[in-house]
């Protein structure tokens, strides 16, 4: 962590183009404009590629035109892992595969790096590869009659681009988990927006406040999880 007091000054725009380095020789950080300015222009540098929700955590404001807004399914993947095992503990799935070897499982998308960061982008045409890994590699388990080993054995093989075929019906079932869960959030988002609606309205008949720019805020987070959210319920993805 680092002061920097004159580097604070300037405000984020996501179109910014500029250079930024360290000077051991002046032992100075120098950024540099990649356009010219007017005089007289404000100048920006921008904060990163950032979705909302750390924009606001981390500088305190949200972007109404946010290019890197996206909607992570963590969360959802890994409660539909836990009610997978669950199923299969208690029997109410028709796999062959036990609990254990869907802990394997999620060990091997650790082991290639492709557990976690299951993130929807707005606008995609295309099912983001990590989450489609960890879709195809489950689900494919979960046929009846699936050999664990032979599913990895298999999965690897499509990874490596050996076997680029999946079949429909695996193919089917990813969508449709994408689709319901994406529906699943939809709703939620839905309701905490009415909520801020209501709160808002609680608060101009003269109840306890929030923070105007910080319901702002909130506002944006939550409607852009929406639009992406509505946007993936009927996808269309190239798989």
Known sequence: MALAP???????NCQARVSTYFDTG?????IKTLRRYCKGEEAFISYGPHDNGFMLAEYG???????????ELDCKVEMWISTVKANLNTRRARATIKSTDVDALVDVLKQHGLWGDFTLF?????????LQAAMYLVFAAMKPGAGIKGVISQWERWQRGENTSVSEEVDLAVKNWVSR????VAEHSSKLLDNIQAKQNDDARGSECLDPFLVHCIRLIWTTINKIAIESTSPVFVI
């Open 122 to 130: 707005s606008g995609s045409a295309e099912l983001p590869y990590r």
């Open 61 to 71: 404001f949200a972007l109404a035109e946010n290019p890197h807004c996206a909607l």
């Open 6 to 12: 004159m580097l604070d000054l300037l405000n984020h």
């Open 181 to 184: 869960t994406c529906s699943e």
């Open 26 to 30: 002046r032992r100075q950080f120098v």
